[in-house]
């Protein structure tokens, strides 16, 4: 395990995570010449997102004395990154902290891509049974810089840059890390838009997955205003069990979550929904189950990963077993649907699928429950509340 330290100037503005208007504008308000500020915005944009520059002066196509000036006003400063573990596997695992609190970020590398898992939150409100993250609770969302930052900082450690590059380590992004990313729309919403942009971390919409635990009235608005792939961490095909290990489902019932993933904007066999699926033994592992799972998606373009649950200290279930997972797979390949089992990567550091949680700086309850409530405004506009 090892410590790096991003170390940001206090009284200057972070330009990483502004969309490119916000960048011009930013610009603009430091006095930059009217008539540059385009052509400026689209030099800096390039030389953080396409080239990965941590400092002004390493800009070496602009004049100094404009560098200078950004340094005054403006800094580039990723997430600290508090630690780093590589598993037996490749994977690693960095434990990041900004503002005073921490989360985590895992890359996990296979022969045809390299996958980064990114987290939206630190903490989580939905307190799914069997993952580790739903034990800690929310302490606040992160903002787009720190969701950016976390793609930048793995693009540092794995000397990944320029992001036009071809054979880049980094091919996939999913947001399936700590929290709930409909909870976090607007700023999941800027970063994967700065990190789809052709002119910047140039990452294939279609190689963007947000995960979501059902947040069923921002599912249309992600495909919409987003447009990446989306995942549903389903896990169960009746309400009453459901009900239990996912809690937001005593909200959104697995009937009304299915309908918006029908409605999904773009939907189609190019551009299929993946519906997660922990396996937890004599919870919702029965070959009953496999066939209730395969009529309850029927009509959808979709693929089903099946996930051996991953431990983690103190946790109420038992991985199904794995003669068990193969028969419930072999049900739903039979159906016509992909059913891959992933491989648990990364149990050894505790950065498997579920395992995430960062002992963070803890809010007093006040302050929780405000947290809780800004997770929850991007749903506002629609009369929701979080759970």
């Not at 308000?29 to 500020?37: E, F, I, L, S």
């Not at 990944?160 to 380590?169: F, G, I, K, V």
């Not at 059902?214 to 309400?239: F, K, N, Q, T, W």
């Not at 699928?353 to 700086?361: F, N, R, Y």
Request: proline share 4%; aromatic share 6%.
């Amino acid at each position: 395990m090892r410590a790096f330290h991003y170390i940001a100037p206090m009284t200057t503005t972070n330009l990483i995570g502004l969309s490119f208007d916000g960048l011009r504008q930013a610009l603009a308000d430091a006095g930059t010449d009217a008539k540059q500020q385009s052509m400026r915005a689209r030099q800096l944009w390039n030389w953080v997102y396409v080239h990965g520059a941590a400092d002004f002066s390493t800009m070496s196509n602009l004049a100094k004395g404009f560098r200078a000036d950004m340094a005054e006003h403006f800094n580039l400063a990723r997430p600290e990154i508090v630690s780093e573990q590589i598993s037996e596997d490749g994977t690693r695992k960095w434990l990041l902290r900004a503002g005073g609190q921490e989360f985590e970020t895992v890359f996990i590398p296979d022969a045809d891509r390299g996958t980064l898992c990114v987290s939206s939150q630190v903490g989580c409100t939905l307190n799914c049974r069997f993952c580790h993250t739903g034990t800690q609770a929310l302490v606040r969302n992160l903002t787009p810089a720190e969701i950016v930052g976390q793609i930048m900082i793995a693009r540092d450690r794995l000397a990944d840059w320029p992001s036009t590059a071809e054979n880049r380590r980094i091919t996939n992004v999913v947001m399936m890390g700590m929290g709930e990313p409909l909870y976090n729309f607007d700023n999941v919403k800027q970063a994967l838009l700065i990190a789809q942009d052709g002119d910047g971390l140039a990452l294939s919409r279609r190689r963007i997955t947000l995960s979501t635990a059902g947040v069923v009235p921002m599912i249309a608005r992600a495909g919409a205003e987003i447009g990446c792939s989306l995942a549903i961490s389903l896990h169960a095909v009746r309400d009453d069990i459901r009900d239990v290990i996912v809690p937001l489902n005593r909200k959104y019932k697995i009937a009304e979550l299915l309908d918006a993933c029908r409605s999904y904007p773009g939907l189609s066999n190019a551009r299929r929904i993946t519906f997660e699926y922990v396996m937890l033994k004599g919870v919702n592992d029965s070959l009953a189950e496999a066939r209730e799972l395969v009529a309850l998606i029927k009509g959808i373009p979709a693929k089903i990963n099946l996930i051996p649950f991953n431990p983690w200290p103190g946790a109420p279930y038992v991985c199904s077993d794995w003669e068990q997972i193969e028969k419930f797979a072999e049900i739903v390949n039979r159906a016509g649907y992909a059913s891959p089992v992933r491989t648990p990567r990364g149990r050894d550091i505790m950065a498997a699928c579920g395992q995430l949680k960062s002992e963070s700086l803890k809010l007093r309850a006040r302050d929780r429950v405000q947290a809780t409530q800004t997770a929850s405004s991007a749903l506002s506009s629609a009369g929701e509340q979080a759970p």
